[in-house]
């Protein structure tokens, strides 16, 4: 619903923006009725009358005129009082009683001002507060990370946190635009799962009724490789679940994954489909979120020369190279963060690493036909130090393959025959990834850690609030 309010007050040369039905609290008086304005469309307001809702910010008095700076989540705006005319006497009493982050309505004439955050500020008339907040918890002084992890719900209302997240929305956003334009189905998958997805070791477990024991989705890839049958090219985003033990600056125990899947696409198809997806969301940031990462500090020049073709690494020359480089790392292991960081760095734009040892991967991977100790795999490394943000494969699309690499890990076939179902009826080739969100956002914020890319994040020692 609109909200209008009243402007009172003798400063009543306001003129109204547009006449609307209902009244809205805290505001009082007689004058003409302004429409509630966003501060982001305030600069199509200048020279009219209008009412503005928010938060304070900050309050600085100089002389007779007193500047209030009003934050309304859709931008920044500066108020001014002077005393005259066009300032309601009242507004002055208003003035003196708000507190960082009271909330208020304030109404009065848009003036042009290039200097203002917006190219803005705002001429007060009336100045009515709604709410009037005790000491902010959250202020301008240095606060250590636990105590603003722990009012995260608060925390959320600073700058920082409004920059980082608006370009969380925009890259989830430009994700989404993406496989709509390639013709993807976005396909739902199921949180509470009956089996194993990725892998048994961080698995959070519930007691589901009378059916045994439920996991929280540790990835939604074997719902989109049903559907991936069904429909061709799917893709699936949500949360999902890792009960990781590690306590880095990577990890989430709840993150965002996007998951597509696509049929008749092999592993190297599937390396395409990666490099072309996150130069169209780093380019996309760069285009419609520059100012966020610009007020966050983050260099541009590394984001600009994102763009396909991505380099291609082998998993064997990166241990060659690791190797050469003084690491004590062994063929067969998994790469560890330093070796990501080591290897990344050498180039300007992420690096594909594929084909690692079966061993240190997933069971539901392809075999490389001439080469059965490597998967058809890939993980994409960020440069700066990110490490990996996709991990993707080729699936195994013969029955008794899969049965054998689902025995060979002990893990039960019955929960596994629907997903052997999709090799018993019309398996084909089949590719996909999963990309993980949050580590997407640190990378292209240029953020030392996950745990400010998410709302609320959950970490391993954290879930609340
Ligand atoms: O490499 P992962 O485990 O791959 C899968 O889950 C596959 N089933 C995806 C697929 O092929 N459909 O995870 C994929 C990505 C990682 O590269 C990383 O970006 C992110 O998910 N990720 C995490 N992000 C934050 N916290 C964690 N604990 C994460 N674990 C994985
Ligand atoms: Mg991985």
Known sequence: MEHETTKGGPGGAV????????????????????????????????GRGVTVRGWVVTKRSSGKVRFLVVRDGSGILQCVLAQGARTDAGAFAAFDVLTQESSLEVTGTVREDRRAPGGVELDVATLAPVQVAGEFPIGPKEHGTTFLMDHRHLWLRSSRQWHILRVRAEIERLIRAFFEAHGFLLVDTPILTGAIGESAGTLFETQYFDLGTAYLAQTGQLYVEAAAMAFGNVYCFGPTFRAEKSKTRRHLTEFWMVEPEMAWCDWRGNMEVQEQLLTHVVQGVLRSRRDDLVALGRELGPLASVRAPFPRMSYDEAIERLRADGSPIEWGSDLGAEDETRLASAHDRPLFVYKYPRAAKAFYMKADPERAEVVLCNDLLAPEGYGEIVGGSQRIDDLDELAGRIDEEGLPREPYEWYLDLRRYGSVPHSGFGLGLERTVAWICGLPHVRETIPFARLINRIRP
């Open 15 to 46: 003129p109204a923006r547009e006449a609307a039905s209902g009244t809205a609290p805290g505001a009082s008086g007689d004058g003409a009725t302004l429409a509630p304005v966003r501060v982001r469309d305030l600069p199509a307001e200048v």
